[in-house]
């Protein structure tokens, strides 16, 4: 298309993630300015290229996140700026996804089946060529490694950009994590690899950052899982999957407690002795509608231009972001390491199953 399509100024891209860096690294290196939607890539390594590519091209990019642009987080950021809850040391992120197929062994090939107005070889992309199979297109490729990123990668670019923005959280140092085990036979559980986890808890770490020096620890937990609701919380919050309540975040501090629906939406302030405050998001218009048109100015005003810099999701930020995101999912892909280690019905050594330490800056896993 770029070969043939000359004057293009600007692209959206909502492919599935294993295809997102490679069309946005031939846009941008052609000068054109990309709207990516969430996660902004597949991988770590694809996130850090993209980041570097946007700068070296002087583009205009913004991550389709589009609860950064909402009302919620500015003021989530006054609240924690101004110490209302005290330092902040844990935060708890949650959904109900999956809602499509997950933990399962990847779909069997059956060319017959294919849609004639489908170009199966286009979808795939840069995944491995194979025959049509269906179960993956439109929508549930999702829950397979080898095209999406599971229910972290869906959601966690939405509902950890509120934590990740108002603390400047950065760079994590340590990821692990713990999955859910499915048993069709007595004692043996299930091993499908290419699938993404049915449900799973991720414990990401920081040793230092700028609100709190003693670290923060950031606990996802997907699948159904949500965690206690603290003391300081009123009975009458709901962790519950209705009412725009599916996905959820909440930041622990010494004096209280920060919570958020999905998006930034109706961000609730819960400080010790006094009565709740809630920020009311509900008339603030389409997030969705905001983010992009605000994506749009910035094009026609120019890379570097006031409006470029007031964007919520440039690559400059969504890059570092998503490889936090995706740490989450470097911990899970290990998780399902092993090998055989002939002792009877234990026969296998899960030798991914620990924390891993991160170096950021050098994108690298540190030996303990």
């Keep these: 298309m770029l070969a043939k399509e000359k004057g293009i100024d600007a692209i959206t891209i909502s492919t599935p993630d294993h295809n997102h860096a490679k069309i946005a690294y031939d846009c941008m290196n052609q000068g054109i300015h990309v709207y990516v939607q969430k996660p902004l890539t597949h991988t770590i390594a694809e996130a850090r290229l993209l980041t570097k590519t946007a700068q070296q091209n002087k583009v205009v990019t913004q991550m389709g996140n589009q609860g950064g642009s909402g009302a919620g987080v500015p003021k989530v950021q006054e609240w924690v700026d101004k110490n209302k809850v ?79 923005k108002t603390l400047k959280l950065g760079f994590p140092t340590s990821v692990e994590c713990t999955a859910t085990n499915v048993f069709k036979k007595m004692w043996v559980p299930e091993y499908t690899p290419e699938g993404c986890p049915i449900s799973s808890m991720v414990t990401i770490g920081y040793d230092n950052t700028p609100y709190n020096k003693d670290g923060i620890k950031l606990i996802w937990m997907d699948g159904g899982l949500t965690p206690t609701i603290p003391e300081e919380i009123s009975e009458e919050f709901i ?130």
């Excluded at 708890?92 to 069997?108: K, S």
């Excluded at 975040?249 to 009565?275: A, H, Q, R, W």
């Excluded at 969705?288 to 810099?309: D, L, V, Y």
């Excluded at 998503?322 to 092993?338: F, I, K, P, Q």
């Design 86 to 164: 005290g330092k902040i040391h844990t935060i708890y992120a949650w959904t109900n996804r999956p809602v499509w197929p997950q933990g399962v062994d990847h779909p069997l090939s059956n060319a017959a089946e294919k849609p004639k107005s489908l170009d199966w070889d286009l979808w795939l992309g840069t995944s491995k060529t194979k025959p049509y199979a269906p179960g993956l297109h439109p929508f549930d490729w999702r829950g397979f490694w080898e095209y999406g990123t599971g229910a972290l990668g869906d959601i966690g670019c939405h509902t950890l950009d509120l934590p990740y």
């Design 239 to 368: 962790m519950g999957f209705e009412n725009g309540k599916s996905s959820g975040i909440m930041m622990i501090g010494d004096n209280g407690v920060i919570t958020s629906e999905i998006y930034g939406n109706m961000p609730t302030l819960y400080v010790k002795g006094e009565k709740p405050v809630v920020f009311d998001t509900s008339n603030q218009g389409d997030v969705s509608t905001i983010h992009s048109q605000t994506w749009t100015e910035a094009c026609k005003a120019g890379f570097n231009s006031p409006e470029h810099k007031n964007l919520t999701s440039s690559f400059d930020y969504a890059g570092p972001f998503t490889e936090t995101v995706l740490m989450g999912n470097l911990a899970l892909r290990s998780h399902s390491l092993r090998k055989s280690n002939g002792k009877g019905r234990n026969n296998f050594q899960y030798y991914g199953r620990k924390k891993l330490l991160w170096d950021g800056g050098n994108m690298r896993i540190n030996k303990p």
